[in-house]
Nanobody, 124 residues
């Protein structure tokens, strides 16, 4: 199975940018769709972005509004989330996830592999 390790979280001012990385091991990275989810205290886990196995199709949560970009580098077994124009409402724990389902799944239960989560805090 695929194991995922995240990096890049931290503190950023509102309006700023941050890029998260997720390194995969223990499986064939190009055989899984990859996604990002986030969860703030008291909230449900929320779909952020997903990308197909070879990067041809991407999908984003309704709140993203063009601010985020998901990408993957299969040669490096890594998926990225580039975030721009961050606001306080983006503060959450961000999770990297992998799915054996086709296309770009949006539901957490469609993802079998999860990273540990990384905190993103946006200050006003």
């Amino acid at each position: 199975q695929v194991q995922l390790v995240e990096s890049g979280g931290g503190l950023v001012q509102a309006g700023g940018s941050l890029t998260l990385s997720c390194a995969a091991s223990g499986g064939t990275f190009s055989n899984v769709a990859m996604g990002w989810f986030r969860q703030a205290p008291g909230n449900e886990r929320e779909f952020v972005a997903a990308i197909t196995r070879y990067g041809g199709i991407t999908d984003y949560g309704n709140f993203v509004l063009g601010r985020f970009t998901i990408s993957r580098d299969n040669a490096k077994n890594t998926v990225y989330l580039q975030m721009r124009k961050l606001n306080v409402e983006d503060t959450a724990v961000y999770y990297c996830a992998g799915s054996d389902f086709p296309q770009t799944p949006r539901r957490p239960d469609e993802y079998a592999y999860w990273g540990q989560g990384t905190q993103v805090t946006v200050s006003s």
